[in-house]
């Protein structure tokens, strides 16, 4: 079955401890991108990446990184979590990189990460 | 910098009647654009795409949506709503150039009454 999984799918958590939210996609898609979601705000997206190791800043990157080692990952790293952090966490992936004439568009989006931050 | 404006909160509808769930966007040139819906405790799930052609497009569980290039909207619609339509629908739009990420609207929560 195609799907993005993304874990843990909860996470209570302390300021300043480090956590990784993992994404995996079994579809060989290209691109790849974390969300958050917040009441109000919609989706605002953190980073993507284009392909293996091509990775690039979304409208909220601020104390968050990523990496992309292989095709199929894109983990979220939070290096020092803070309460401004608590939020809802959607990775999702797409065949192509959504660039031009080429990229349809079509997320496909995991069951999403409910991250608080005490 | 491409936008999208979802100016409904929520919208209740009751079973059986027409639903509409408004989207308007701003984009440099002609757009992408998308409508995406979440059920509960769910990720978002594709519904339709605008490309190019018809304006107006059929997509997933009877849902549809017209593009209007004057009025810069493409509006969700349902001739007959379910109450399993009740969920929270989002809007997103892409410029054919330049920034490479959709832009999301703050989500319309869709309520429909047996």
């Known amino acids: 079955e195609a799907q993005v999984t993304q874990n843990p799918r909860y996470l209570i958590t302390v300021t300043g401890k480090k956590l990784t939210v993992t994404c995996s996609q079994n579809m060989n898609h290209e691109y790849m991108s974390w969300y958050r979601q917040d009441p109000g705000l919609g989706l605002r997206q953190i980073y993507y990446s284009m392909n293996v190791e091509v990775t690039d800043k979304g409208d909220v990157p601020e104390g968050y990184k990523v990496s992309r080692k292989e095709k199929r990952n894109f983990p979220l790293i939070l290096e020092s979590p803070s309460p401004n952090q608590t939020s809802l966490y959607f990775c999702a992936s797409s065949l192509s990189g959504l660039a031009g004439a080429v990229g349809t568009g079509e997320l496909f989006f995991g069951e999403g990460s409910r991250l608080t931050v005490l | 910098a491409q936008s999208v404006a979802q100016p409904e909160d929520q919208v209740n509808v009751a079973e059986g009647n027409p639903l509409t769930v408004k989207c308007t966007y701003s984009v440099s040139g002609n757009p992408y654009l998308f409508w995406y819906v979440q059920y509960p405790n769910r990720g978002l799930q594709f519904l339709l795409k605008?490309?190019?052609?018809?304006?107006l497009v059929k997509g997933s569980y009877g849902f549809e949506a017209e593009f209007n290039k004057s009025q810069t909207s493409f509006h969700l619609k349902k001739p007959s709503a379910l109450v399993s339509d009740s969920a929270l629908y989002f809007c997103a739009v892409k410029g054919r150039a330049g920034r490479r990420a959709l832009t999301f609207g703050s989500g319309t929560r869709l309520q429909v009454q047996p």
């Open positions: 605008y490309i190019t052609g018809d304006n």
